[in-house]
């Protein structure tokens, strides 16, 4: 009897398995075509600069998901704080990721830059910082 039940229980747990593999399947296209909605895809394997407040990134995106609100961007980043009182800060990253910016203020919050604009960029914050030391 026991063994009967666990057959059923594990052909049940595999033709759930293979349900599970299709939901992912067709969750995976529709964050996709979000992507592609928004025109996100564009800033793939980009050197990208925000600016959200007092803080400015700038980041290489390696990779780009969908998340309900916005696109989240990974990839190494360099994130530059700049306080009213000088404590500026300069904080490196290998991997990191930015999700605070809507689908729908992707163009007005995004600039893709070159590679020689980020380290630039990079080098003033770097230079700046450590003027107040």
């Known amino acids: 009897m026991c063994s009967s039940i666990t057959e059923k229980q ?21 964050d996709e075509l979000e992507i592609e909605k928004y025109n996100a895809d564009k800033y793939l394997n980009c050197y990208i600069k925000t600016e959200i407040g007092n803080t400015i990134n ?5 990779k780009i998901t969908r998340l309900s609100s916005g696109p989240k961007f990974t990839g190494p980043v360099v994130e530059y704080h700049s306080y009213l009182k000088g404590n500026n800060i300069v904080s490196l990253y290998t991997e990191y990721s930015i999700s ?34």
Do not use: C, H
């Not at 700038?58 to 390696?62: D, E, F």
């Not at 604009?117 to 910082?129: G, Q, S, W």
């Open 58 to 62: 700038i980041m290489y995106v390696k």
């Open 100 to 133: 605070s910016i809507p689908w729908k203020n992707l163009g007005s919050r995004i600039t893709i830059i070159t590679k020689e604009e980020a380290v630039k960029l990079v080098n003033k914050y770097i230079e700046f910082v450590n003027f107040f030391k």
């Open 10 to 30: 594990d052909k049940l747990r595999k033709q759930r398995d293979e349900l599970q593999k299709e939901v992912n399947a067709i969750q995976n296209r529709i």
